[in-house]
């Protein structure tokens, strides 16, 4: 088999095909190398420029099956690291700029000036924090503006601060914030969260935590370089506001991280890809795992399971390709249930 690789109407014969490439490091990444490399794929990792993915921004996970003591995001990812490495998987630091999946093998170009061929690719980019969108946000991110409360906790000992958002991320992060802040105010746009009742008990038991209800922000007011407060909007009665803080965390939602499959792969209205129950995407042989696809979950353990899922159909659809031939990459006939 031959291929074009340029672009430009030159073939070359192929060689150091990779089997698999596995795009992400987070938990579903790490998940698609173990169930690969068991396989003798000799999968390849790239890890992207977030190393972990959200999980290694978590100061405490205690959701995840198997540690009832709880542990840190960035031991659990360093913990399925190893594991996969143990069983072959090569994981290098690079971040992927482009993907060409319009021809096969498949090309994986990096910004490290590395291009690779691969047989099968595992999409597993997840998704990174949605912004506020208002006057000052951008001006004074990492001057008083954050949006994870692991990395910059310590910088606010003995302050006040903001947290935006009403999800569990919200409220842990609230809770983790005041091991550090002297106050800790959680503004909501409604008047009820949507974090899970046993996270909601906790907040409310702090003695740190205040909420302020039915209130979003309309602009960040900085002075000398920092924050120094927050212009407010009450969603009920439309009254004006003002409070003075010495930083704000934002957590009100991801958006996918799906640069790489815009004009490519087949994405839904809110950008995640569009997958099947097998996590096949509407390019045979191009597979995905974790919050790049799933938008309903989210969750530590869900991506795991979706990066098992997706390294078991990667290996079978590999063992098809050798008994039968590669499919053929126009439109896929099948219907994409699962996003």
């Given at each position: 088999?031959?291929?074009?690789a ?90 992927v ?68 958002g ?38 409310f ?12 922000l ?13 212009k ?79 390294a ?28």
């Amino acid at each position: 088999m031959t291929t074009n690789a340029t672009g430009n109407g030159a073939h070359a014969a192929e060689t150091n095909v990779e089997e698999v490439i596995i795009i992400g490091s987070g938990p579903a990444g790490f998940t698609a190398g173990l169930y690969t490399a068991r396989a003798n794929l000799k999968p390849l990792l790239l890890t992207g420029n977030e190393y972990g993915g959200q999980v290694s921004l978590t100061y405490d996970i205690e959701n995840y099956p198997g540690f009832p003591e709880s542990l840190s995001g960035p031991d659990l990812v360093e913990r399925m690291k190893a594991q996969a490495e143990k069983f072959g998987t090569r994981v290098e630091f690079d971040y992927v700029s482009e993907i060409v999946v319009d021809q096969h093998p498949f090309i994986v170009r990096t910004s490290g000036g590395q291009e690779y061929k691969a047989k099968s690719l595992i999409l597993s980019t997840g998704a990174s924090p949605r912004y506020l969108q208002i006057p000052g946000e951008k001006e004074f991110t990492g001057k008083g503006v954050s949006y994870c409360a692991t990395c910059d906790g310590f910088f606010f000992r003995g302050k006040d601060v903001l947290v935006i958002g009403g999800g569990d991320s919200a409220v842990e992060e609230a809770l983790f914030l005041t091991k550090f802040a002297s106050r800790v105010r959680v503004i909501h746009r409604r008047d009820k969260l949507r974090a899970g009742k046993l996270l909601q008990e906790r907040l409310f038991a702090n003695a740190k935590i205040e909420m302020v209800w039915n209130t979003v922000l309309t602009e960040v007011v900085g002075a000398d370089g920092s924050v120094v407060g927050v212009k407010t909007l009450d969603t009920v009665t439309g009254a004006e506001g003002y409070l003075e803080t010495d930083g704000i965390f934002v957590f009100v939602g991801h958006l996918p991280n799906n640069t790489l499959m815009q004009g490519k792969l087949a994405l839904d209205e809110d950008g995640h890809l569009i997958v099947d129950k097998k996590m096949r995407t509407n390019i045979p042989g191009v597979f995905a795992a974790g919050e790049i696809m799933d938008k309903v979950y989210k969750q530590v353990a869900t991506s795991v399971g979706q990066g098992c899922s997706a390294a078991m159909q990667a290996t079978r659809f590999l063992e098809e390709m050798e008994a039968e031939g590669m499919p053929s990459l126009e439109a896929d006939p099948r219907e994409l249930v699962y996003a």
